[in-house]
């Protein structure tokens, strides 16, 4: 079993409040991400949960048993941290050996564990050399074999990627949730990037300024972001936010614009709305008769796909569109938008607005 549950975390330092009461609920064998901006608390939390922080308030559970005021060594938890923290002057082979010694295990398991762990990680070449003769890749694949060489509960996971270039991060999330699938177990894992957390979880927790935005599958987080605040960081290129007003069946946009009102959208006539695109659902070609006017501010090709950026009014849109689109700034353009697809907010609260019914 390998269920932790956090509830209610509180903690300040200071004057800061790191956690304003996080609640989190991760299922056993779940690889559940924990994303944010920097400074949202995402260490905080995991250190909370690993009985590296003392709490103002909250309490921590795992399988069930309330663990809040247990040592660290108590709860039974595996941590990667960020800077790695190998032992300089140990081989490769004895850093990830030390969880198993530090427990007594007898030494043909810990022949065969730092094998197995090696194999998974593609390291066994590496096992006799020092910390300082690995690259930063290869430093980080030992960290995680020295967490992953044990079955504790679960393993926390503080941003061990965020050291390697952009090439090997790549590689790493895979291979990552390839270890996840085979050794199974519980990862609890935070990030402040979005697409590891879209590519790599089963359950995104998105946390801004110590506060859960919201909980969901990354599909859901993704197409039905539970605010405005989550719709803007999730997602690449940034969602497209525009102000406007719902009036009758139409919603009319503080540009001039008008779009027939989604019918989804509960509002009364004249609240102040926000409607969020994003770049995938806005076309510069011809599709429908649900269009923005507009022009060309630029193109930015990206290989596979070009953005074009378009000035509606003082406001801006990115369209995805084929990398062969050619315009020139000033040029005027209509933006086709897929209503379908479209996010309308509260401008006062920021809340999305019934998105159920879609
Ligand atoms: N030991 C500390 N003393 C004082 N302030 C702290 C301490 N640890 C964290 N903080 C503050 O608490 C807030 C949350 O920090 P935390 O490290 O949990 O954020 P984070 O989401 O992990 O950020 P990052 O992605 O930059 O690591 C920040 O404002 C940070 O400056």
């Not at 504790?152 to 390697?164: K, Q, S, V, Y």
Request: charge should be neutral.
């Amino acid at each position: 079993m390998g269920t932790v549950t956090a509830h209610g975390l509180r903690k300040s330092f200071g004057e800061v409040r790191a956690l304003d009461g996080v609640t989190l609920e991760v299922p056993d064998g779940a690889f559940f991400v924990v994303l944010g901006p920097s400074g949202a608390g995402k260490t905080t939390t995991l250190r909370a949960i690993a009985g590296l922080e003392r709490l103002d308030a909250g309490s921590v559970h795992l399988d069930g048993r309330d663990a809040t005021g247990d040592t660290p060594a108590a709860r039974d938890l595996a941590m990667v941290f960020q800077s790695y923290a190998l032992y300089p002057r140990k081989t490769v082979y004895e850093n990830i050996a030390s969880p198993l010694r530090a427990r007594s295990t007898p030494a043909d398991e810990i022949g065969a564990g730092v094998e197995r762990v090696a194999g998974l990680l593609h390291i066994e070449r590496l096992l006799q050399r020092r910390p300082a003769q690995l690259s930063g890749g290869e430093m980080q694949r030992v960290a995680l074999a020295r967490a992953l060489v044990r079955r504790p509960r679960a393993f926390l996971m503080d941003e061990p990627l965020t050291n390697l270039d952009l090439k090997l991060r790549v590689e790493m999330r895979t291979e990552l949730t390839r270890i996840h699938r085979t050794l199974g177990g519980t990862f609890l894992y935070v990030t402040n990037d979005q697409v590891e957390a879209l590519s790599m979880a089963d359950q995104i927790a998105v946390l801004r300024e110590g506060a859960v935005q919201q909980v969901g599958t990354p599909t859901e987080v993704y197409e039905r972001p539970a605010n405005q605040w989550v719709a803007g960081f999730v997602g690449s290129p940034r969602i497209s936010l525009l102000a406007c007003h719902a009036e009758g069946d139409r919603l009319v946009g503080a540009e001039g614009w008008t779009l027939p009102r989604p019918r989804w959208t509960t509002a009364e006539d004249g609240r102040p709305l926000v409607l969020g695109l994003r770049a995938e659902d806005l076309s510069v070609e011809q599709r429908g008769d649900a269009a923005l006017p507009g022009e060309i501010y630029g193109l930015e090709p990206l290989g596979d796909r070009t953005l074009v950026d378009v000035k509606v009014g003082a406001e801006m849109l990115k369209v995805k569109a084929r990398p062969t689109v050619t315009g020139k700034p000033g040029e005027r353009l209509s933006v086709s938008v897929d209503l379908d697809r479209a996010h309308v907010f509260d401008a006062d609260t920021g809340l999305a607005l019934s998105e159920a019914g879609r």
